[in-house]
């Protein structure tokens, strides 16, 4: 049966803005690309993917737990299927899909103009695809401190807990910065990062 997504969650690997994530180079023996260096990382940390699914779609990629990577140069990888549920978000998986950008280890992550522009359109078809509105998602009440959130796009420290209870997820609250971007801000101003989250190479 086919899941419901109404949900999609940003991170970021957490390595340096603008360090290139891949080990070794391409056509070399024991090259990783970004999604499979992540792959072991997650491998690690004891992530599986379910073996049917796995076989059917990226089987070199036994572990991940994000739908897509976006890559310094712009480049998206896919990683689990849509039809996967994730590990990428702690008690909301079931219903979204994640997405990660390379670097944003810093407070305020930097992703290269293409990485946005690549973050861009993945956003945008995939809210188009499951008609979800470009915008924070609703969060409902269940009572003590859970909080149903769906019907948006939302960065993952947005699903921290509410410890107030006012409805918000303010930065005391945050269990990390991840994606070390305002993505409610980034909504708002038609998908336009803040010039401070842009990665500008040095000559």
């Not at 999604?35 to 089987?59: E, L, M, T, Y």
């Not at 990660?100 to 946005?116: D, H, I």
């Amino acid at each position: 049966m086919a899941r419901s997504i109404n949900l999609l969650v940003i991170h970021c690997a957490a390595t340096p803005s603008g360090k290139p994530l891949q080990q070794g180079k391409p056509g070399q023996p024991g090259y990783l690309n970004a999604p499979q260096v992540i792959n072991a990382w997650h491998a690690a940390r004891g992530f599986k993917r379910d073996p049917a699914a796995c076989r059917a779609f990226n089987s070199h990629l036994p572990s991940i737990g994000y739908h897509y990577v976006i890559d310094l140069t712009g480049e998206v990888w896919t990683g689990r299927a849509h039809s996967e549920v994730g590990a990428h978000a702690l008690n909301y998986n079931a219903n979204s899909l994640g997405i990660c950008l390379v670097g944003g280890a810093e407070r305020e992550g930097r992703y290269t103009p293409k990485q946005w522009e690549s973050l861009q359109k993945v956003v945008s078809m995939l809210c188009n695809q499951y008609v979800l509105p470009t915008r924070p998602p609703q969060r409902n009440w269940l009572g003590g401190a859970n909080w149903a959130i769906h019907g948006g796009v939302c960065g993952h420290r947005d699903l921290s807990p509410d410890k107030d209870g006012n409805g918000l997820v303010e930065a005391f609250e945050w269990l990390k910065t991840c994606p070390g971007f305002n993505v409610s801000d980034w909504l708002s101003t038609a998908m336009t990062p803040d010039p401070k989250n842009v990665f500008k190479e040095t000559v």
